[in-house]
């Protein structure tokens, strides 16, 4: 397995998108993979874009060039439209359908998901919120949208696992291995 990936996380603020980093940085430290990352935070407490940058194996820089990224991880569709141009030709975009509208105005999520065929074409999109809230709680879609890329990062859901228990709180763990579990098991 090739344990170089670089990866992106899109959103908007008080989705997760930070700890999502923080859980594959610590994934990678537990085993042992050299990691670099880098988070760009818009007017997040307003609900404004949030990036992530996470680069796996990387030797240089911590953010990802356009057209690099191996996947995105989108947990809001017109974000996912936005950073669309970091993935790579072939890489894999996992973008969540359900729509924050800004400043109130909805827009059509197939508008967003053209954007992002644009780029690629191997794209896993669903209701990742609806499914968060059927674990359980709506603050584990972050979490929930790991265990979809899970298949794709070049790390052992076991370390993911084994992270997400060393960095949330503990009345919250079994909560967030739940969606993480349930993440891993959507195709």
Do not use: W
Request: aromatic share 6%.
């Amino acid at each position: 397995m090739n344990k170089k990936c670089d990866i992106l996380v899109a959103g908007v603020g008080g989705q997760g998108i930070v700890f999502s980093s923080v859980i594959l940085g610590t994934a990678c430290i537990i085993e042992g993979l050299p990691v670099k990352g880098a988070e760009v935070h818009g007017m997040a407490q307003r609900g404004g874009s949030v990036e992530a940058h996470i680069r796996i194996g990387c030797l240089y820089g911590s953010i990802i060039p356009s057209g690099n990224a191996d996947i995105l991880i989108a947990m809001e569709p017109l974000e996912g439209a936005r950073y669309s141009h970091y993935l790579k030709k072939d890489g894999v975009a996992i973008v969540n359908t359900f729509q924050i509208p800004v400043m109130g105005t909805p827009y059509k999520i197939e508008d967003m998901i053209f954007i992002i065929k644009e780029r690629t074409e191997n794209i896993i999109a669903g209701d990742f919120t609806s499914e968060s809230i059927n674990v359980g709680s709506i603050r584990t879609l972050n979490i929930l949208m790991l265990g979809v890329a899970a298949r794709y990062i070049p790390l052992k859901k076991e370390s993911i696992a084994e992270a997400i228990r060393q960095s949330v709180k503990k009345n919250l763990i079994e909560i967030n291995l739940n969606a993480f579990n349930k993440g891993c098991e959507i195709t």
